[in-house]
């Protein structure tokens, strides 16, 4: 174990993390960030509707959703750009790059679509993977534009005029590759990109996708890395399933995806806590005989209960504790196989609205994102089997903060 735990420290997170930091990552990832207040501003509408339901007076604010949530792979593709030229210290194509991004992407959805396609629902959730890959398209047509230093220290000509030119020559490089794909080769840009990712949205609405999208941020989590940086993985998939859902349940048909943001982290019982299911450690160190515990358990809970979990993990700490590493891990993998399980059995209902917010307590989040009573059961459930995973961990871990503080006590004596 002290091997692993080893290398895991001096070799794997040092390498995750500098991979993680490479701008292209880093660029998608804070653009994915970025999207956000969009998506929260069409479950704030999604939430409204629901008391719109009983309330039938009040005014009807769809429009807003379909200008926020339903315009959001427009929307991705010009972050993306922005993003990236960012991260690339190419800040002066910033805007201009998440513009051309939102022209290339309105060339792949519209100009070689089907006779009679609804060129609207080509710029929502559906597609977010066509957005993400118009804005690196563009991000790299300039950022080999920029290494070519075209009138670079040029005094011949006004600066105003360098710059105009600087931003021609790679808006009409890329363009020119959209139309040569669209125009000429007729390529449906959109439905081929939909098609090349298709596998990956049908793995990712499996049993062995969901626990892949839950362990993979929470194993990366407990060695320091940012769970926002696994938004590009997960996004696409979690919105392109709360969208089929939101339509089937439209048309009178049951929701049948399981993988979505909705489930994993509204609903708050994979996230009990936060990530990796960090409730029951906080309320076991509510509890604890070492002082330093009961402290720490006593300044996280607040957060913790509305699953924020930062403070625990870097407090307790989790990071890099190879006690405490474990039970995260395999709360990631128990709470994901609970809940399909119970969605899969028609035990629990399947979230088909969106609601994009974590940080609503359970089992009021469970109850109000699922519509079914049944929720409160299966957290009382998980609120057991979390615990029952970490207590032995915890005392193990208690075990050995007690020694340290008598240690302590006895050189200060």
Known sequence: MKKFMDWLANSFAPAANKLFSKPWISGISSAMQKILPFILTGSIIFFYNVFRSYLEFLPDLGIISSYTFFLIGMITSFMVG?????????????????????????????????????????????????????????????????KLHVLENNLTLPDFV???????????ATLLVGMVLTVNLKIDVYMAIIDMFMPLQVFGQSLPGLIILVFLPTFFYTMGVSTWLFSALQNPIFLAGITANIAAVAAGEPATNIVTNETVYTMALIMLGGTGA?????????????????????ICIGPSIFNINEPIVFGAPVVFNPVLMLPMWINAIVGPCVIWFAMSSGLLKIPSFLMQVGQIPAPFSSVMITNDMRAVLWWALL????????YPFFKVYEKQCIQEEQAEIEEAK
């Open 82 to 146: 922005c993003q990236l030229m960012e991260k690339l210290n190419l800040p002066h194509y910033k805007v201009n790059v998440g513009l051309v991004s939102i022209c290339l992407m309105f060339m792949f959805c519209m100009q070689a679509a089907p006779e009679g396609t609804d060129l609207m629902s080509r710029l929502g959730p559906d597609s977010i993977l066509v957005g993400m890959i118009s804005g690196i398209v563009v991000s790299i047509v300039f950022n080999l534009y920029a």
């Open 162 to 172: 360098s710059e105009w030119i600087n931003n021609i020559l790679p808006i009409l």
């Open 278 to 298: 960090t409730l029951m450690l906080n309320v076991f160190m509510l509890f604890s005989k070492s002082k330093k515990l009961k402290t720490m358990g006593r």
């Open 383 to 390: 609120v057991v089997l979390y615990g029952l995973i970490w």
